[in-house]
């Protein structure tokens, strides 16, 4: 019956629909138009040059699972193996990226967090800060038409996490115009065709 079958894909179709092959990486706000939120988000995506506020909310999902982590493991007594081994390992990480300041050595500090703190270990905004760009957004460009690179891999993408012993390999590419590589291409297409014939 071919009502059969249309219930039956119908029901695969919802069935596949209900596992995720990957977890999400970011949360939407529950209240979508809150005038405060609204104006805050809009100040920090002009500030750091982010593309949309899904950027913003991808960090915010980061930073919500690290403070997350701590609050569990603060529940714990300190002398716990879970506590001692699990959150050695979280301030490791956070003091590898640069989140966390290498004398901010208790789970106290990574409930004291903020978004800024994340945003400013953004390759884009670390670009920026060491004078490759004259602003933020100019770091952005650089950073998608492959200009940079970190040690010896050139880096395209603006969100990438710089870690404190990679910030000093940061440089500009070798096959880019900034670096010493071969100058940009003219283009003829933008002349008009009456001063070519000249």
């Given at each position: ?23 999400k990486t ?163 297409r933008r ?8």
């Amino acid at each position: 019956c071919p009502c059969w079958h249309q219930g039956e894909t119908h029901s695969l179709r919802n069935s596949r629909d209900r596992y995720r092959s990957c977890s999400k990486t970011g949360r939407t706000p529950r209240r979508p138009f809150e005038k405060e939120r609204l104006s805050a988000e809009l100040k920090v995506c002009g500030e750091f040059g982010l593309r949309c506020k899904k950027e913003i909310w991808r960090v915010g999902l980061s930073l919500a699972k690290c403070r997350k982590v701590a609050r569990e493991l603060m529940t714990l007594p300190e002398d716990d193996p879970r506590r001692v081994f699990e959150g050695e390992a979280l301030l490791r990480r956070l003091h590898r990226v640069g989140v966390l300041a290498e004398d901010k050595n208790k789970l106290d500090f990574v409930l004291s967090l903020q978004l800024e703190d994340f945003l400013n270990r953004r390759l884009q905004t670390v670009v920026f800060k060491q004078g490759f760009a004259r602003s933020i957004h100019h770091a952005r460009t650089l950073i998608k038409q492959r200009h940079i690179v970190v040690g010896s891999q050139v880096v395209d993408v603006p969100s990438f996490m710089v870690r404190v012993d990679s910030q000093k390999n940061i440089a500009f590419a070798s096959t880019s115009p900034y670096g010493g590589g071969r100058p940009a291409a003219f283009s003829a297409r933008r002349v008009p065709p009456r001063l070519l014939t000249r």
